[in-house]
């Protein structure tokens, strides 16, 4: 009897709350396997091991605030934002003595595989679903995207480096796309929004960041450091750069304005007036994202970027908004491309090689395959039964006695990996069965979903 | 010299009565006269009284006047010639004994006179046909005459001075004792006396290889026909003595030194061209023997190549007659003369009998011989040996030849040592294990017919890591015991001899993929040998010496050897493969094995990996535990062995820290088995892992546990699979019972549980402990009582708010699920959560607890079931169950109230064996719950009157008109089912009138009551209180 209850393939288990994010990465020369990161609602901060299984890390954040978004940043490097208020950047070091340590909870003893070190950490506006974005611009050295600090609406740009708390700077403040969308769309269909409401995603593809909004509207820009500009103006040998000096003298006097300004280089009204809930790297082209809303879209956004380098406003190409911090270009278009997926309400997505992980509301995590077929169904329900432990609860709540049955645990955040095939390098001090488990994972897909109970599953696709 | 004189004073009148009959003439003298006899008997007898060995010459010479002219006469009776005999002997011990007393005149002209008097004829003809006593004397005078011979100076030259006159005699006195110790019937003092007297000729007599070459031949098939004898007909001493001759005469005729013979490879087969004769198979092949100075010696001599052609041939022949036979007798002396002739042989004569070195070669490795050892250039042969044996190993197996077995590995261990060779390995490993799967094929058969004892989950769970057989090592049904382990021993030093992980690898892979189309059975085999030479390859490292453990016992033993993971992989295939084949199929003799030998390499390979298996165990952990709760005895008992060994190595002993540390790892293949419908197994091991590693386990996997309700949702039309997860529930509850309720609880629990099954309290103790356990928990229930009254003055509220509940609840079934933010839900659950924690008593923590109100939700649900099995399981879930739920009393209101209707239903049932614990899960609720039931209780009565099966059984008239009348039968006889099933209904009802006492009306006790004394002694229940003491009085007066 082949069962509509079905358990995953794996179920990782550790996590006592919701699980708020996951992770996967697949740095075998830093980890030596493929791990996974993952954070719950009470700030636990866990490194698996995803082919053994086990917990190797984890890092409870003081307060036990929730985690709401983790990245991995490369050479060991974590970032995890948190309820508290606070992006932390770790630095875990593999630790020999493999220290246990005891979590809080039950008395459990965890082995630490690492040791961690916090090289950096930053206030953060949190009153709202929004991740961050992290980019590596120098050695130690990273710009931050985040939600303002006092509207979630807004957006802050900053620099820092690792390691020096005092080299935090804050490059941009407060910057509101609407009026430059709005100036922009003027003339199209879906002009009327008033705002583009807060925050909801920030997702890096190299130098461009992409920010999904509660309005459905995907804006995606990058950064114009102020030295070019002002290369641009004492320097006046190119033809081009003086345009730009035309430019200046035509709309203000005052060259200042131009240090740290954004680009706005691409937008999406694709799920316009959803709210976007999720961004994902496309696994098949690495310059395009995939985003996913209350509706059954799944945009398609590819930033078309005609310079390289930098690419100055003119006359007439270029809108600049009042805080002199965002550009346009004028001709730029609203895109609208997508695909249909037989599922709505996608909290999560993740893109892979052979498909896409899409996280529903629901409780129900959907693989499909590129031709948006369904895969696989993930989801954990529970008994027809539920019951209550306590008779005196109903006396004192009446509106609480009233149980709710949902079926589904929510899923919180999914993940992927693609399977690399059977051409898998060999590590060196791996043992043959470890090696053999790595090649049977590695070789295929997986989908990984974190779950309101705590659980983390592994399928394979 | 005293007694000497007196000895003459004694035998001198007993001489001459005998001289008066020796020297009568010829033709008066009667040969055969019991006179003559008599005369030599008194000397005789008189003679072997005497135990010195130091009489004067003069004695003998005096003694032997008459016997002297006694052989003059022409002949003599053969009592008579024997009592001659006996008396010469008797000279010889007494006074020719010593060196320089017999002088060799004398001896020369005594040996043909004794051989001519044994045996006149050359033939022995004669001889044979005599007395096994004249035979016994006739060896026994040569015996001592070859004693007495050779302590004399010229014992050397005695045969060959002199022109070689005494020759013939010797020849003919060889015959004689080669024709005695072959004598029909045997003897075996006889025998033995032969060969002593031998021993001594070829030893100090005549210890010269040419002329021992000329009796050689006779010798040797003397020799071969007693040895070739049936064991029972000869005993072993002679069979070692006549060894130990054997080789005296090899070694002494076939001196490689004596013979001056070297090796060579040239030029002898022209001088020898008959070389090309038929027995070339059997003799030298000459070309390799060049017999120096053949050429140059005078022609006299006898010993020439053609002679060592011949006789060489002849010993093999003799060899091949009788080596195997007296190997097979394992007797201990005979082995050591067979070890010494081979040794013997080997060093002194591998020349000139090379023709039979490998047969002497075999005799040293049948017997395991460390005079292998010592032995040079023996290579080759021991090669070729080996290689023969095994390739012959089947008959080995079908013969159940263990010695074969036995010797052969260790044969392999000594070539070895003097010269590895890889090829031999692979010959080695190939050949037992194609002829292992020829002979497991032959066998099978049988095997596949008999029956696999398979158990229930019920006992498996109760002997699960009790049994301890010892009887573990085996593996191979087909073949006996001591062969499997003969055969193991084989392999293990075949695997010992590998002292490279690399060779280690090759041999192992190339065992294991072999044949990838082979059957199962062959599979196995490559795994069990695999196994076995792993395990043989380490075992060195930990036995070598010293020196070669600090040289590799560093380095080495930190490199798993690939071939570990090669039998994990291919052993967790091949269990997979059977897993895939016995699905849904009553275990088979085969499959049986094949989980045996897996489980053995597991452990094997675990010992060999020791602290690094620990990662493995994600891959393995589960196909030992499922074998833990197999249904078949020997799997588990193997399985137990298996964990027991790794938990020892990785847990210290702890086989449920093995457990606890994989828990992870055996919830997801058991979730694997439920999602694939392979739910009887997996509630199986469920169990087990519950029972091996307490309650502990289930926090960890409390949504397996989900997924098992869930699936108790879908599929509750089975009733096999809601027995199979009540039954897990009942272990659950064991468990968590264990876990949560202190020793008293513990103590208290299980005193309830005794009340219900013998119907009433005091009935049924059995011991002293059990009535001061009672008496104690009469004092505690007053002091709770007290305490409840306390607590349940909010009872009324909580009455009222039940129904409210129970409404919600029907309410909130019908709902859909509801969307909402699940950051608002968390918090607002929160806050609710801190409410509650505050209320909360119970010591069994709330998320366990909420798996009990499932678990009684589900019971509640499939008590509907029909299946009769599960209600009972069901019902005895709950009643185990409810002293848990009571620790806190406000939550085990409601689902009692839920649950009451169900059972109140099932005792109305017409099956008595489910009244029986329907009636008890009552009486559980009553003693938990008290008055909170009480309305239910009265109502129940009502209801049980009306259609209650088991009340028809007491015939209860229901005539309420008449009350006074109404007729009290006793009815005495109740099928036992009955009976039980009404002491459980008085019981409850008991329990009921304890808490409903004053709302019954006395009509309604009386009833109950006529009820309870169907069953119960009238004392006891009247003693429960003073008012039904009352009513029983009342009924029987």
């Known amino acids: 009897m082949a069962t509509k209850v079905t358990l995953s393939e794996y179920t990782l288990r550790f996590h006592k709350d919701a699980v708020t994010d996951v992770k996967t990465v697949v740095d075998l020369t830093n980890f030596k396997v493929p791990v996974l990161i993952s954070g719950d609602g009470s700030g636990k901060l866990v490194i698996w091991n995803v082919i053994t299984r086990r917990v190797q890390f984890v890092y409870e954040i003081p307060k036990s605030p929730q985690i709401l978004a983790i990245e991995y940043l490369g050479d060991l490097l974590v970032a995890v934002l948190s309820k508290d208020h606070k992006l932390r950047i770790l630095q875990l070091q593999l630790d020999e003595s493999k220290t246990l340590v005891k979590t809080n909870e039950q008395s459990q003893i965890q082995q630490q595989l690492y040791k961690y070190n916090i090289v950096f950490e930053v206030p953060v506006n949190t009153l709202n679903f929004a991740n961050f974005s992290l980019e590596k611009i120098a050695p130690e050295e990273y710009r931050l995207v985040c939600c303002n600090t006092q509207n979630a609406e807004s957006i802050d740009i900053y620099a820092f480096k690792l390691n020096r708390l005092n080299s935090l700077k804050r490059l941009n403040k407060g910057i509101n796309f609407y009026k430059t969308v709005i100036d922009l769309l003027r003339n199209t269909e879906i002009s009327k929004f008033d705002k583009l409401g807060i925050v909801m995603k920030f997702l890096r593809v190299n130098d461009l960041v992409y920010c999904g909004f509660e309005s459905g509207i995907i804006i995606c820009f990058r950064y114009k450091l102020r030295q070019e500009v002002m290369t641009t103006k004492y320097n006046e040998t190119s033809s081009k750069q003086s345009k730009l000096q035309e430019l200046i003298k035509s709309e203000d006097t005052d060259i200042s304005i131009y240090e740290n300004m954004l680009e706005i280089v691409y937008i999406s009204t694709v799920h316009y007036p959803n709210p976007i809930l999720d961004l994902s790297i496309s696994a098949k082209d690495e310059e395009t994202v995939l985003s996913s809303s209350t509706d059954s879209k799944i945009g398609i956004h590819k930033a078309q970027i005609t310079n390289g380098n930098v690419s100055l406003p003119d006359n007439e190409g270029y809108i600049i908004d009042d805080s002199k911090q965002v550009i346009v270009r004028k001709t730029l278009g609203a895109d609208t491309s997508f695909v249909e997926v037989p599922v709505t309400e996608i909290g999560s997505i993740k893109s892979l090689k052979c498909g896409m992980v899409l996280g529903g509301w629901n409780g129900k995590a959907i693989v499909v395959d590129n031709n948006n077929e369904i895969l696989k169904i993930v989801g954990r329900t529970k008994s027809n039964i539920l019951v209550n432990e306590s008779a005196i609860r109903s006396i004192q709540n009446d509106s609480d006695s009233i149980i709710k049955m949902k079926k589904n645990y929510k899923i919180k955040a999914v993940d992927g990996i693609d399977g690399v095939g059977t051409d898998i390098s060999q590590l060196s001090n791996i043992s043959r069965g470890d090696q053999r488990r790595l090649d049977k994972f590695l070789s295929s897909s997986w989908c990984i979903v974190g779950f309101d109970d705590g659980c983390i599953t592994l399928d394979s696709i | ?1037």
Not at chain 2, 519 to 542: A, D, E, F, H, Y
Request: hydrophobic share 40%; with cysteine.
């Open chain 2, 1 to 1037: 010299m005293v007694a000497d004189s007196e000895a003459f004073q004694e035998i001198r009148p007993l001489c001459v009565e005998l001289s008066k009959l020796a020297f009568q003439e010829r033709n008066i003298f009667d040969s055969e006269s019991s006179q003559l006899k008599d005369a030599l008997k008194s000397i005789e007898q008189k003679l072997s009284g005497f135990q010195t060995d130091s009489l004067s010459l003069n004695f003998a010479d005096y003694v032997f006047v008459p016997i002297g002219s006694l052989l003059k006469q022409e002949r003599l009776g053969t009592p008579q010639t024997e009592l001659v005999l006996q008396i010469i002997g008797h000279l010889l011990r007494l006074c020719w004994h010593h060196s320089g007393t017999l002088n060799q005149e004398l001896a020369t002209q005594l040996f043909p006179l004794l051989t001519y008097l044994i045996s006149p004829d050359k033939d022995n003809e004669k001889l044979k046909g005599m007395s096994v006593y004249y035979k016994l004397v006739s060896a026994q005078l040569l015996k001592q005459f070859f004693t007495s011979v050779s302590q004399q100076s010229y014992k050397q030259e005695f045969f060959t001075s002199g022109g070689a006159k005494l020759l013939p005699s010797l020849g003919h006195c060889i015959t004689i004792l080669l024709d005695l110790l072959g004598s029909v019937p045997y003897d075996i003092k006889l025998q033995l006396c032969t060969l002593e007297g031998l021993e001594i000729l070829y030893k100090k007599l005549a210890s010269n290889g040419e002329l021992l070459s000329f009796v050689l031949p006779g010798n040797i098939s003397a020799f071969a026909k007693i040895l070739s004898l049936p064991g029972l007909n000869i005993q072993y001493k002679v069979v070692s003595s006549t060894l130990h001759i054997f080789t005296l005469l090899l070694r002494t005729v076939y001196d490689d030194v004596d013979l001056n013979v070297s090796e060579s490879n040239k030029n002898v087969l022209q001088l020898l061209p008959e070389t090309l004769d038929d027995d070339l198979k059997l003799s030298n092949d000459l070309r390799l023997i060049k017999m120096d100075g053949y050429l140059s010696e005078s022609s006299k001599k006898h010993r020439d190549i053609a002679w060592l052609k011949a006789t060489s041939a002849q010993i093999k022949r003799a060899l091949n007659s009788f080596t195997e036979k007296n190997i097979k007798r394992q007797n201990a002396s005979i082995n050591m003369e067979l070890e010494k002739m081979a040794y013997i042989a080997l060093s002194n004569c591998s020349i000139s009998l090379s023709n039979c070195s490998d047969d002497f070669l075999n005799i040293l490795v049948s017997l395991k011989s460390s005079y292998l050892l010592q032995l040079p250039n023996i290579c080759g042969s021991l090669r070729e040996i080996i290689e023969s044996k095994f390739v012959k190993i089947g008959n080995a197996l079908h013969f159940d030849d263990t010695i074969d077995l036995d010797s052969l590995s260790f044969a392999f261990k000594i070539l070895w040592q003097m010269e590895p060779d890889k090829s031999m390995l692979s010959l080695a490993t190939t050949s037992i294990l194609d002829s292992l799967s020829t002979f497991s094929e032959q066998s099978i058969q049988k095997y596949e017919k008999s029956k696999v004892i398979e158990q229930t989950s019920n006992v498996i769970i109760k002997t699960v890591l009790q049994e301890s057989d010892a009887n573990q090592e085996f593996l191979l049904p087909y073949l006996p015991n001591d062969t499997e382990s003969s055969l193991s021993q084989l392999i293990k030093s075949i695997g010992s001899t590998i002292d490279n992980n690399e060779i280690l690898d090759e041999t192992i892979n190339s065992l294991l993929t072999g044949d990838l189309k082979s059957n199962i059975q062959q599979k196995l085999l490559s795994l069990w040998v695999s196994t076995r030479i792993l395990v043989g390859s380490k075992l060195l490292t930990v036995t070598s010496t010293d020196d070669e453990l600090l040289d590799f016992g560093n380095c080495e033993s930190e490199v798993v050897p690939d071939s570990c993971y090669s039998i994990l992989e291919y052993g967790n295939e091949l269990y997979q493969e059977i897993v895939f084949l016995t699905e849904g199929s009553q275990m088979s003799k085969n499959s049986e094995q094949a989980y045996a030998i897996v489980l053995d390499s597991i452990m094997q390979v675990s010992e060999v990996m020791n602290k690094e298996f620990e990662s493995e165990l994600i891959d393995y952990i589960y196909i030992i535990v499922d074998s833990l709760a197999s249904s078949s005895p020997i799997i588990r008992n193997r399985a137990q062995v298996c964990a027991m060994s790794i938990a020892k190595n990785l847990y210290s002993g702890s086989i449920q820290n093995l457990l606890m540390n994989n828990v992870d790892y055996l919830v997801e293949s058991i979730s694997n088995r439920l999602n694939s419908g392979m739910t009887e197994r997996a509630s199986k091991v469920l169990m087990v892992i519950c029972k091996l590693s307490g309650y502990e386990v289930i926090d960890k996997f409390k949504d397996v546990i989900e997924t098992v309700f869930r699936l108790l949702d879908y599929y509750h039309g089975y009733s096999e699979l809601c027995l199979q997860f009540f039954q897990f529930f009942e272990i659950i509850i064991i468990e968590m019972k264990k876990t949560f309720l202190n020793e008293s609880d513990n103590s208290k629990i299980h005193e309830d549980v005794s009340i219900n099954t013998c119907g009433f309290a005091p009935w049924g103790i059995q011991n002293w402990t059990q009535l001061v356990s009672l008496l104690d928990s009469h004092t505690m229930k007053d002091a709770k009582l007290a305490e409840t009254i306390e607590v349940e003055i909010g009872e009324p509220n909580n009455f009222q708010d039940y129904f409210d509940q129970k409404l919600k609840e029907i309410d909130s079934d019908d709902e859909e699920e509801i969307e909402e933010d699940s950051d608002f839900d968390m918090e607002s659950q929160f806050g609710g959560k801190e409410q509650m924690e505050n209320k909360w008593e119970s010591p069994i923590p709330k998320e366990s607890y909420r798996i009990l109100l499932k678990i009684i939700n589900y019971s509640d649900r499939l008590l509907m079931h029909p299946s009769k099995p599960l209600k009972v399981q069901i019902l005895k879930v709950v009643k185990m169950m409810l002293p848990l739920l009571a620790t806190q009393k406000d939550s085990l209101l409601p689902p009692i109230a839920q649950i009451w209707g169900s059972i109140a239903e099932c005792i109305m049932d017409s099956d008595f064996s489910i009244v029986k614990p329907a009636c008890e899960c009552v009486q559980m609720i009553i003693k938990h719950s008290k008055d909170f039931v009480t309305k239910r209780f009265v109502d129940m009565w009502q209801e049980l009157q009306k259609r209650s099966h088991i009340l028809k059984e007491v015939h209860l008239n229901n005539t309420n008109t008449s009350q006074t009348s109404v007729d009290l039968i006793f009815h005495q006889k109740f099928a036992p089912i009955t009976k039980d099933a009404l002491i459980s209904l008085s019981s409850m009802l008991l329990e009921g009138i304890a808490v409903s006492e004053l709302l019954l009306s006395e009509t309604v006790v009386k009833e109950m009551m006529y009820c309870c004394i169907q069953v119960l002694p009238t004392d006891t229940i009247a003693s429960k209180s003073i008012y039904l003491g009352d009513v029983i009085w009342d009924i029987m007066h």
